[in-house]
């Protein structure tokens, strides 16, 4: 019962900047912008949509299967791979390109700013689909453009459920298109942020969307997310964490989506689930934190009462 993750597999390099943007930028200056934000702290990981996603997933003690492309470099994130049993059947390898890097800076605040090459993975439209008969649901985490739309074809050619979860990318897409995908999907995910972007391109709120078909799940950082099924919305959050580093927040909520819908969760369980995850990532530094099922479990029943899992 594998889970097909396409998106992202990035090595990240990640800043921290002590102030806030919106104390250095000046929103009447935008289009001369030259600015330098003074990093106090500097770490590279393995990282991308995909691998952070994959991470959050294994933690419940799912199967997650990275569909994606990396480049020459890929050995070391392989290797990562292997040691936290994570499956690499699913990437290619492909030796002429880099591997996606991502430099990110993130504010007191927990604001980022962001800059991706895509190397390999730009590539990922031409790759197999994986060997793997028992693949029950799939995620088309952020990337590019045109792996994303094929590789939502290809998941619908053999039958495979998905959460449309376009992120940092949802620029790259038509008002046309992005409505196409989401009606495909059975669920989108997307922040506040984002869900202005698609809202803006398709005239589509998130309670206007799930009235077209899909679940919408929108998350609002600190304050939670919301649910929306047939027009009804319904909030989610979890008490207030310190974050020490919310790089990642996102993918690990959307690992606890997929484990709760391979295990037939409702979606708000899912929703809760996801927060969990979420939760347990902005405490730790880094990409690398633990929640295995059981004590997600615990935590479950102490907020909401008996768990259905």
Same mark, same amino acid.
């Given at each position: 019962m594998s889970v097909i993750i396409s998106g992202s597999v990035a090595y990240d390099t990640v800043f921290t900047h002590e102030g806030r943007f919106a104390d250095a930028i000046r929103p009447d200056a935008l289009d001369c912008l030259n600015l330098t934000f003074q990093a106090s702290g500097m770490r590279r990981t393995f990282g991308g949509c995909a691998g952070n996603i994959a991470w959050s997933l294994k933690q419940l003690g799912g199967d997650p299967l990275i569909w994606s492309a990396m480049g020459c470099d890929a050995g070391p994130f392989l290797e990562h791979f292997r040691r936290t049993g994570i499956r690499t059947d699913g990437i290619t390898v492909m030796p002429d390109a880099w591997s996606a890097q991502c430099v990110i800076t993130t504010d007191s605040t927990g604001n980022q700013l962001t800059t991706f090459h895509s190397g390999a993975m730009a590539h990922a439209d031409a790759i197999p689909w994986p060997n793997d008969p028992g693949i029950e649901l799939g995620i088309l985490a952020p990337s590019c453009r045109e792996p994303l739309m094929r590789h939502a074809d290809a998941c619908e050619a053999h039958g495979v459920p998905f959460i449309f979860d376009p992120g940092q990318t949802t620029p790259l897409y038509s008002?046309?298109?992005l409505i196409s995908l989401a009606l495909r999907a059975r669920a989108v995910a997307y922040s506040d942020y984002e869900g =202005?972007?698609?809202?803006? &391109?398709?005239g589509l709120n998130a309670r206007e969307l799930s009235l077209r078909g899909p679940a919408?799940?929108?998350?609002?950082?600190?304050r939670g997310s919301t649910v929306?099924?047939?027009?009804?919305?319904?909030?989610?959050?979890?008490?207030?964490a310190a974050a020490v580093d919310?790089?990642?927040?996102?993918? =690990?909520? &959307?690992?606890?989506?997929?484990w709760g819908m391979t295990h037939g969760l409702s979606f708000v369980d899912c929703a809760r689930l996801g927060s969990l995850m979420g939760r347990a990532k902005v405490l =730790?530094?880094?990409?690398?934190?633990?929640?295995?099922?059981?004590? =997600?479990?615990?935590?479950?029943e102490a907020l909401w009462g008996r768990a259905p899992f």
């Amino acid at each position: 019962m594998s889970v097909i993750i396409s998106g992202s597999v990035a090595y990240d390099t990640v800043f921290t900047h002590e102030g806030r943007f919106a104390d250095a930028i000046r929103p009447d200056a935008l289009d001369c912008l030259n600015l330098t934000f003074q990093a106090s702290g500097m770490r590279r990981t393995f990282g991308g949509c995909a691998g952070n996603i994959a991470w959050s997933l294994k933690q419940l003690g799912g199967d997650p299967l990275i569909w994606s492309a990396m480049g020459c470099d890929a050995g070391p994130f392989l290797e990562h791979f292997r040691r936290t049993g994570i499956r690499t059947d699913g990437i290619t390898v492909m030796p002429d390109a880099w591997s996606a890097q991502c430099v990110i800076t993130t504010d007191s605040t927990g604001n980022q700013l962001t800059t991706f090459h895509s190397g390999a993975m730009a590539h990922a439209d031409a790759i197999p689909w994986p060997n793997d008969p028992g693949i029950e649901l799939g995620i088309l985490a952020p990337s590019c453009r045109e792996p994303l739309m094929r590789h939502a074809d290809a998941c619908e050619a053999h039958g495979v459920p998905f959460i449309f979860d376009p992120g940092q990318t949802t620029p790259l897409y038509s008002g046309d298109e992005l409505i196409s995908l989401a009606l495909r999907a059975r669920a989108v995910a997307y922040s506040d942020y984002e869900g =202005a972007l698609i809202e803006a &391109r398709t005239g589509l709120n998130a309670r206007e969307l799930s009235l077209r078909g899909p679940a919408v799940f929108c998350t609002h950082g600190s304050r939670g997310s919301t649910v929306w099924e047939n027009g009804t919305g319904t909030t989610v959050c979890v008490p207030a964490a310190a974050a020490v580093d919310p790089v990642g927040a996102g993918d =690990a909520y &959307r690992g606890g989506l997929l484990w709760g819908m391979t295990h037939g969760l409702s979606f708000v369980d899912c929703a809760r689930l996801g927060s969990l995850m979420g939760r347990a990532k902005v405490l =730790a530094s880094g990409p690398v934190y633990r929640l295995p099922l059981d004590e =997600a479990r615990r935590q479950f029943e102490a907020l909401w009462g008996r768990a259905p899992f």
